[in-house]
């Protein structure tokens, strides 16, 4: 999944779903001597796996658009580990639970006891099913809310081409719990089939064997025969249709979008095959995307068979489809090597970072592979300038107790993790790097594993087996301290070069680059040149540049993401109407609040926010709507409107460069 949002309470860093702070950095703490692995904890789930293992899942459900639930039966499969458990845990949120029932060994069901607990704000409510005879299967009928935090119900109004409804889960990080009942912890992986029934216009599909030429019937089945964990679970209904990338590959997507999305990710197919060359063998048969409504609150998510995506990322030039690559990346970081639990999401989104940039590397050119790599990195360079070290470490040392209290960095998770990598292949070299890293995925296929267990097979299977190359220090000071150490490696985008002088010209003679240089710029390019801009700007020269290259109302949502709150900051109150349209248009976390957080500061941007929000608001997704209410709930006691910015041409005008926080989500 892609994600960036800086600093998040507990919930929100969950979902997690862009430097000197390492010489202000606290001793660090000495690691205690490897020891043999301890029992996995998630301490995100009432389960109990050390016990007892749902190692498969069955559901029969009805999709009601009208009632906007799921409703149903779920049939968990239980691997018994301790022959003297007498009870089932599992995790529920805002689930109606009616009765729950034993296999009987003999084809029928009894009853059973069962009993849900209070509700926790973050981990719903744990259901309990007494289980005296340690039945091989449960089954447990039950019914969603309507506000079920992992499902969006959509008007048609609300969808791309406002002729039917449209639904869809967002399970990660602890969501799933939302619409199933079971141990929602990436540190259980099962196998799962489901029935679904639904009106009969709707095209009802699952992160499982949909057929690319199922009829609308309003009768679907599936089965997921590989094991995964309940993060990557996932469900949509809709106007959807489908269309041929290649024998292997192809998209979902409402009619109005499906022709833009083919040719915007023509290139899936050469990316799956460049990762196969790299890792090796896809392993989950088909690799499918569906394009989501705007409301969808992240880039994309990986879930196997069937990628979720925005479609802030069509943009008619391929300069975004890095992020394919990213959720394509996760068939082999994530999805088939999965983290044990979030504390350890750098297992995931590190590595994916790293594995994208190789596949974007290869298939585009190493220009475009470095300028993605320095705008995450400068971003990683400002949200480390402003959160504790303490959220700056990729993992939490043997012997050392984690503060739960603390909450995550999206530039620690997914870049500094893909740095870690990139400093491990310049020191090994790529060819030893590369073999190291497929027998990584070969060794933990289809596991969930903790940063210790990489820790100690990087040992064994890196450091040890090529010695004198990177101490084990080295290593582990990537691993647990603060900051990015003084040896990682540096990328220098050489288009980003043009980029600085056409702005420092710009910035000292007001006179725009010419045409011949900026017509043949990227998003990249784009992104760079707006986040390197001073902070304090006038009017006249917002007003010149988007004379010139029309940033206001731009169909580029990550372009639209920096000038928003540039403008804002500099009362540019010329973007007002297009900001607007812009935030009830789109609803993906990463790119509207920035904007949202500009706004605040200011009464009449607090005022125009608000009214704004809940406009916007019904097309929401709940994940999103909980991160905008926080932001507009924390905003400071608003001040007198700031008075407009007085010119400002600092003469180190990179020094005034402030990029988005965070990489892309």
């Not at 190692?55 to 149903?72: C, E, M, R, V, Y």
């Not at 812009?582 to 941007?605: C, D, E, M, S, W």
Request: with cysteine; charged share 20%; hydrophobic share 40%.
């Amino acid at each position: 999944m892609r994600a960036s949002i800086l600093a998040l309470p507990l919930l929100a860093t969950l979902m997690i779903t862009a430097c000197k702070p390492e010489d202000a950095a606290p001793a660090a703490v000495k690691p205690a001597p490897a020891a043999a692995a301890p029992q996995q904890v998630d301490e995100h789930s009432y389960a109990e796996p050390q016990k007892v293992v749902v190692s498969d899942l069955a559901l029969d459900l009805a999709l009601d658009f009208d009632s906007k639930t799921l409703a149903g039966t779920a049939i968990l499969t239980l691997d018994w580990k301790d022959k003297t458990a007498t009870e089932l845990r599992l995790d529920t949120r805002d689930l109606t639970i009616e009765k729950a029932e034993g296999d009987d060994g003999k084809g029928g069901w009894v009853p059973l006891k069962f009993r849900l607990a209070g509700i926790d704000p973050i981990l719903g409510a744990k259901l309990t099913v007494e289980t005296p005879k340690r039945n091989a299967k449960v089954r447990v009928t039950y019914r969603t809310s309507p506000k079920a935090s992992g499902l969006q119900w959509m008007e048609p109004s609300m969808t791309e081409g406002k002729q039917l409804p449209f639904m869809y889960s967002q399970s990660q990080q602890i969501h799933a719990r939302s619409w199933v009942p079971l141990q929602d912890t990436p540190s259980v992986r099962y196998t799962y089939s489901a029935r679904i029934k639904s009106r009969p216009d709707v095209m009802v599909l699952m992160s499982a064997d949909n057929d690319p030429n199922a009829v609308r019937d309003g009768d679907y089945t599936f089965r997921m025969p590989q094991k995964i964990p309940s993060y990557l679970m996932a469900i949509a209904a809709g106007d959807l249709k489908f269309q041929f990338i290649s024998d292997r590959s192809g998209v979902w997507a409402e009619p109005t979008m499906l022709d833009r999305a083919v040719q915007e990710f023509a290139d899936t197919e050469k990316m799956i095959v460049t990762a196969e060359g790299l890792y090796g063998r896809y392993r989950w048969e088909r690799y499918d995307m569906l394009v989501l409504p705007p409301s969808f609150p992240y880039g994309g998510m990986e879930n196997p068979r069937l990628t979720f995506l925005t479609p802030t990322v069509i943009v008619g030039d391929k300069s975004l489809v890095w992020l394919i690559a990213h959720e394509l990346a996760h068939s082999w970081s994530g999805n088939l090597v999965t983290f044990s639990s979030a504390k350890d999401a750098w297992l995931n989104e590190g590595f994916t970072n790293y594995v994208e940039n190789r596949i974007v590397e290869a298939l585009y050119g190493r220009d475009q592979a470095d300028m993605q790599s320095v705008i995450e990195r400068n971003a990683l360079k400002k949200e480390f300038a402003q959160i504790d070290p303490k959220l700056q470490v990729l993992a939490t040392a043997p012997g050392v107790l984690a503060d739960p209290d603390n909450d995550g960095s999206s530039a620690t998770v997914y870049t500094k993790g893909a740095w870690l990598l990139h400093f491990l292949e310049e020191r090994f070299g790529r060819e030893k790097f590369d073999a190291f890293l497929r027998g990584y995925f070969d060794h933990f296929a289809f596991q969930s594993i903790d940063s210790e267990q990489f820790a100690q097979y990087a040992k064994a299977n890196l450091l040890d087996k090529y010695p004198n190359i990177v101490s084990q220090s080295e290593f582990e000071e990537w691993l647990y301290k603060p900051g990015i150490p003084a040896n990682a490696p540096h990328v220098q985008a050489r288009r980003f070069g043009v980029v600085d002088s056409a702005r420092l010209a710009w910035l000292g003679s007001r006179q725009l680059p010419p045409r011949v240089i900026t017509d043949a710029w990227i998003s990249q390019e784009w992104i760079h040149f707006i986040e390197s801009l001073p902070d304090a700007m006038t009017i006249e020269q917002l007003a010149q540049l988007d004379a010139a290259y029309g940033f206001t109302g731009t169909p580029n949502a990550e372009i639209a993401e920096r000038w928003y709150p540039l403008a804002i900051n500099n009362g540019y109150t010329q973007a007002n109407d297009a900001i607007a349209d812009f935030l009830k248009r789109v609803g993906r976390i990463k790119l509207i609040a920035p904007t949202y957080q500009a706004l605040v500061q200011t009464q009449g941007g607090l005022a125009l926010a608000t009214q704004v929000f809940e406009q916007a608001k019904p097309a929401y997704h709940p994940i999103t709507i909980a991160r905008i209410e926080a932001i507009i709930a924390n905003a400071r006691p608003p001040a007198e409107p700031s008075p407009v910015a007085q010119p400002a041409t600092p003469p180190d005008a990179d020094a005034a460069a402030a990029p988005a926080a965070g990489s892309a989500g």
